[in-house]
T-cell receptor, first 113, second 113 residues
Framework: TQLLEQSPQFLSIQEGENLTVYCNSSSVFSSLQWYRQEPGEGPVLLVTVVTGGEVKKLKRLTFQFGDARKDSSLHITAAQPGDTGLYLCAGVGSGGSNYKLTFGKGTLLTVNP | KAGVTQTPRYLIKTRGQQVTLSCSPISGHRSVSWYQQTPGQGLQFLFEYFSETQRNKGNFPGRFSGRQFSNSRSEMNVSTLELGDSALYLC????????????FGPGTRLTVT
């Protein structure tokens, strides 16, 4: 069974601060996705990283896939209240298990004005 | 393009009853996956359907079942409801398959009393 652990579980910061969220596993994934979920809504895909060591930027969000494709991080620069939400990482299994995503339990981020 | 729709959005049922939830994927998407989301366990994969066939299944009891119709719409059914089935049930559609970029609906909030 492939598991993804996210840390921290909860994060409350002030507007303008930087933060990093981590997603770790002992398993190798063929790719990894990051989602953000707001209250009352389903998760929305932010980015997919595929290649080990890959770095993708989405405005103030920077996503990195570990060299061994077992871990990933999300860094937010100068956080804003609009960044508040549940951040979920999801790994796509390699080989025969590639028909489902394995989700981490998420990091609940609150950015206070 | 219309997004993924789920009906109903909210549902209250009594222990022992059964429930059917519906999901309409994005037009052209042939894969539909179902997830259960709870505060304690996070997002857990239930099953994935592709072209009317169940292609993958998570670790849930047989009380949870699903099906997909020729127009890609999907339903999931939970029989003999238990209190622990209270959760947000999310449906996600994808063009190629459940392991790839998925688009989530807003979910159905099921409360079992």
């Amino acid at each position: 069974t492939q598991l993804l652990e996210q840390s921290p579980q909860f994060l409350s910061i002030q507007e303008g601060e930087n933060l990093t969220v981590y997603c770790n596993s002992s398993s190798v994934f063929s790719s990894l996705q990051w989602y953000r979920q707001e209250p009352g809504e389903g998760p929305v895909l932010l980015v997919t990283v595929v290649t080990g060591g890959e770095v993708k930027k989405l405005k103030r969000l920077t996503f990195q896939f570990g060299d061994a494709r077992k871990d990933s991080s999300l860094h937010i620069t100068a956080a804003q209240p609009g960044d508040t939400g549940l951040y979920l990482c999801a790994g796509v299994g390699s080989g025969g298990s590639n028909y489902k995503l394995t989700f981490g339990k998420g990091t609940l981020l609150t950015v206070n004005p | 393009k219309a997004g993924v729709t789920q009906t109903p959005r909210y549902l209250i049922k009594t222990r022992g009853q059964q429930v059917t939830l519906s999901c309409s994927p994005i037009s052209g998407h042939r894969s539909v996956s179902w997830y259960q989301q709870t505060p304690g366990q996070g997002l857990q994969f239930l099953f994935e359907y592709f072209s009317e066939t169940q292609r993958n299944k998570g670790n849930f009891p047989g009380r949870f079942s699903g099906r997909q119709f020729s127009n890609s719409r999907s339903e999931m059914n939970v029989s003999t409801l238990e209190l622990g089935d209270s959760a947000l049930y999310l449906c996600a559609s994808s063009w190629t398959g459940g392991g790839y970029e998925q688009y989530f609906g807003p979910g159905t909030r099921l409360t079992v009393t």
